[in-house]
């Protein structure tokens, strides 16, 4: 894992916590787009050489929507800069750690995404990131 590649926070309401972290980070996000096979639509801010996700869910039933009605809005996922993605995931199986979609699907921001399961990882999702084309 080469770094932090960003940190995920769930939300509620993905306009009204854009104009809260606007106003926080004094800049605006510089990306919205909906995720519709997760269900979410997010936006990114950076802060420094660092980025925050925000997560909005676009269904009931979604994984955003379970997290909020578990847990509340708060820090959903922490995601790792990976340069091969498929390689990392085979690490960790390797290393005992589940994997939630061993296939890399899709995800925001350009890039291709898995998850190792909070179970695993001291209850703390983790991402897998890996820019497509690379």
Partial sequence: MK????????????EASNLLFEKLLG?????????ASEGV????FMNGPNKIELLESTTADGPIAKFLAKKGEGVH????????????????????????????????DN?????????????VLVELCQEIGK
């Fill in 77 to 108: 996922h922490v995601a790792f800069a990976v340069e091969d993605i498929k390689a990392e995931i085979k690490r960790l199986k390797e290393e005992g750690f589940t994997i939630l979609n061993e296939t890399p699907k899709k995800g925001a």
């Fill in 3 to 14: 770094k932090i590649e960003h940190l995920g926070i769930a939300v509620k309401d993905l």
């Fill in 111 to 123: 890039k291709w995404v898995a998850f190792v399961h909070p179970k695993t990882t001291n209850g």
């Fill in 27 to 35: 800049v605006a996000p510089y990306k919205e787009e909906e995720v």
């Fill in 41 to 44: 639509r997010t936006s990114f």
